[in-house]
């Protein structure tokens, strides 16, 4: 597609469900990552995608945070027993590998509420 | 852990007047930096950046500074316009791993 697409827009969770949040990112872009900024924060690492390699978790706050990406592709996030801390918007965002000036492409993201 | 500050949550100019963002940073590590601005319910938009290795960059009504030595660097908006309001994202990168500031909100009054 033309952008980063992140679906759905919104979330809203009851405290210990499940949540999955997805990302589509630019076709050809290698790289993936996801941020999240809670209120009045700024943009919080969380995890990155480059190729094959094996992805870069050190950013994911708690065990109950995984992400996959199939097919180089598609992201989803996955946000296990979610808790109020957990309320956030969550950014997913792809570049082309090496693009260190240019930075990335952002989507819109998906603003998550747990209540 | 936070390594790149921005310390004014807010600035508010007059439309014509020039704006400057404020960033600091504090890991000698970074290489590239970089500003985004973020419009209400979209996501940060690339607007502008710079390499360690120079001072300046500019694109047209955009100017970025960065001063190494005293780990700080500034965005500067000439002529300010209201379509500028918006939040500022000062992001610093190392490789693959960029930081961003928590933002500033420039609001450009007519």
């Known amino acids: 597609g033309a952008g980063v697409s992140q679906s759905p827009s919104n979330k809203v969770t009851e405290k210990g469900k499940d949540v999955e949040l997805r990302c589509d990112p630019i076709?050809?872009?290698?790289?993936l990552y996801w941020y999240r900024q809670s209120l009045g924060q700024g943009l919080e690492f969380l995890i990155y995608?480059?190729?094959?390699?094996?992805?870069?978790k050190s950013g994911l706050p708690s065990d109950r945070f995984s992400a996959e990406r199939t097919g180089g592709s598609v992201s989803t996030l996955t946000i296990q027993r979610t808790q109020q801390e957990d309320s956030a918007v969550y950014l997913c965002?792809?570049?082309?590998?090496?693009?260190?000036?240019?930075?990335?492409?952002f989507g819109s993201g998906t603003r998550l509420t747990v209540v | 852990d936070q390594q790149v500050k921005q310390n004014s949550p807010s600035l508010s100019v007059q439309e014509g007047r020039i704006s400057i963002l404020n960033c600091d940073y504090t890991?000698?590590?970074?290489?590239?930096f970089l500003w985004y601005k973020k419009y209400p319910a979209e996501g940060p938009t690339f607007l502008i950046s710079?390499?360690?290795?120079?001072d300046k960059n500019e694109d047209g009504r955009f100017t970025v500074f960065l001063n190494k030595s005293a780990k700080h660097l500034s965005l500067h908006i000439v002529p300010s316009q209201p379509g500028d309001s918006a939040v500022y994202f000062c992001?610093?990168?190392?490789?693959?791993?960029?930081?961003f500031g928590a933002g500033t909100r420039l609001t450009v009054k007519p």
């Open positions: 992001a610093a990168r190392n490789n693959n791993d960029m930081r």
């Open positions: 710079i390499s360690s290795i120079k």
């Open positions: 995608f480059q190729g094959n390699s094996a992805p870069d």
């Open positions: 076709s050809g872009h290698t790289a």
């Open positions: 965002a792809s570049s082309y590998s090496g693009g260190k000036g240019y930075g990335y492409t």
């Open positions: 890991n000698s590590m970074f290489d590239y």
